[in-house]
């Protein structure tokens, strides 16, 4: 059932959704949360969709907020709140209500949302894109225990990571996260399965894509060890080595659909890795609405801790060659500076070498002497 109200209050939405859910002989007593979508006009049907679909599993009243503030200055004159409501069917195991906000309006958009929601329901709120820079603090975020954002669609994915991790609050999440579960769950049940002492990993993926950080970041936190960051062509994260004493273990996806995991001493194994749909991700994330602490410190590490060379051997060669280029600069800057400093270092090398061989002459004088 759809029923479009222009020119409408909150009230008189919450009269229509009670009026088709006798028309269709739905309640609304099985709903478990309410999920607020901020999005626009062209984004709103691929979310709707997602959430339609997720609502299979937790059944919910989805609110779609379509902000349109408008670009003259009568249009932003104008305000007026516009809905069209589905339920049944056209709503997957719930209802939508998509809230079309004209004009000032847009600036008061939790004032129109908060009559909606479910009592006495959790309240979740998902950005698919454009999500602000702290979502605890945004009006309609501030309504909500779990917060969704995807720094996948933002300009710089990579660096949406810094701002997620400065306005970090109990109960923010990021669908870059969720799509590495998998791989967390196959890494850790490949250590499980083989203990052994993990001495550096690799994490291979597209240069653009915020999963492949937060896993060489998780790894870091969970293994205390130096991880690689490695650029390809993708899809997505590509690759994992840990690096351990008794060879590699490897959890490889080419292809973007099946893993191989390689083990030593075991066969390689095939295993499902496939890129999920953005409705199983919703669905992953409702399904617990406590606050993600493994999330939370693993997008607080600093994104600089991946370019760390994984072998000690050649961090300690880049140092002595920086220390070298140190030298080689301040020589051509102040010659007689550095060579009187290496005669007075070559000076105090001979003082030391002879003390040891006066002691030892006299070691051998005293014994023999006995």
């Known amino acids: 059932m759809k029923i479009d109200l222009t020119k409408t209050t909150s009230s008189k939405i919450n009269a229509a959704l009670m009026e088709a859910r006798r028309a269709s002989g739905s309640t609304a007593a099985g709903m478990v949360l309410t999920l607020v979508i901020v999005t626009d006009e062209g984004s ?10 997720a609502s299979r599993e937790h059944p919910m009243r989805t609110l779609a907020v379509i902000k349109r503030a408008g670009r003259s200055p009568r249009a932003r004159a104008e305000t007026r709140l516009d809905a069209e409501i589905l339920v049944g069917s056209d709503a997957g195991s719930g209802e939508t209500v998509i809230l079309r906000m004209h004009g000032e309006l847009v ?6 949302v908060l009559p909606l929601l479910l009592p006495d329901a959790p309240v979740v709120v998902w950005w698919p894109d454009n999500a602000p820079l702290h979502p605890a603090q945004d009006p309609l975020g501030s309504l909500a225990q779990r917060r969704i954002t995807d720094a996948v669609t933002a300009e710089s994915p990579v660096g949406q990571l810094a701002q997620r991790a400065q306005s970090y609050t109990p109960g923010d999440t990021d669908l870059a996260w969720t799509r590495i579960t998998g791989w967390r ?3 850790a049940a490949a250590l499980d399965q083989r203990p052994s002492a993990i001495v550096s990993a690799v994490v291979e993926g597209e240069s ?3 999963s492949v950080e937060l896993l060489g970041l998780w790894l870091t936190n969970r293994l205390h060890v130096p991880v690689e960051r490695v650029v390809t062509g993708g899809p997505g994260i590509t690759a994992v080595h840990l690096r351990t004493k008794d060879g590699d273990v490897t959890l490889d996806r080419p292809d973007g659909l099946m893993g191989t995991l390689s083990m030593p001493g075991s066969p390689d ?24 602490d493994i999330y939370a410190t693993a997008v607080r590490t600093p994104v600089e801790r991946l370019h760390e060379p994984a072998n000690a051997e050649t961090a300690a060669a880049e140092r002595i060659a920086h220390e070298v ?46």
């Open 269 to 292: 194994r095939q295993v499902a890795l496939k890129r999920r749909e953005t409705s199983e991700l919703i669905a992953e994330e409702l399904r617990r609405l406590d606050p993600d």
């Open 185 to 187: 769950s196959m890494l």
């Open 44 to 53: 709103a049907y691929d979310a709707l969709k997602a959430a339609n679909d």
């Open 208 to 210: 653009y894509n915020p």
């Open 325 to 370: 280029a140190e030298v080689t600069a301040a020589a051509v800057a102040d010659p007689e500076q550095v060579s009187a400093g290496v005669t007075a270092d070559a000076t105090a090398a001979d003082a030391a070498e002879k003390k040891p061989a006066k002691k030892a002459a006299g070691k051998r004088t005293s014994k023999e002497g006995a």
């Open 107 to 112: 600036a008061h958009a939790q004032s129109v």
